[in-house]
């Protein structure tokens, strides 16, 4: 089992910046993969960014330079720093981490005013 702990949502102003943070407990050594996924309402889950234990990464083209996917070398916690904040970018923002079964955080709300 993984257990994934969110913080760092908040309300920005649009330009604003926030940073995600999410930490992993457990059986932690076999996770590849870390990410963040986010849903707005009436929308689907969808990926943001997501680093591999190699340090490779992947982003959404919708946050592609304003976003970065950043992790410790024990794949324990991910970060997600978000800059230039839209209000496009308002969701609940998930963490996502991949063993042989995906698991997921409960969710941090992130809310960018106009």
């Known amino acids: 089992q993984v257990q994934l702990v969110e913080s760092g949502g908040g309300l920005v102003q649009a330009g604003g910046s926030l940073r995600l943070s999410c930490v992993a407990s457990g059986i932690i050594f076999d996770i590849n993969t870390m990410g963040w996924y986010r849903q707005a309402p009436g929308k689907q889950r969808e990926l943001v960014a997501e680093?591999?234990?190699?340090?490779?990464?992947n982003y959404a083209d919708s946050v592609k330079g304003r976003f970065t996917i950043s992790r410790d070398n024990a794949m324990s916690t991910v970060y997600l720093q978000m800059n230039s904040l839209k209000p496009e970018d308002t969701a609940v923002y998930y963490c996502?981490?991949?063993?042989?079964?995906?698991?997921w955080g409960q969710g941090t709300q992130v809310t960018v005013s106009s």
């Open positions: 680093i591999t234990s190699g340090g490779n990464t």
């Open positions: 996502n981490a991949k063993r042989a079964i995906t698991y």
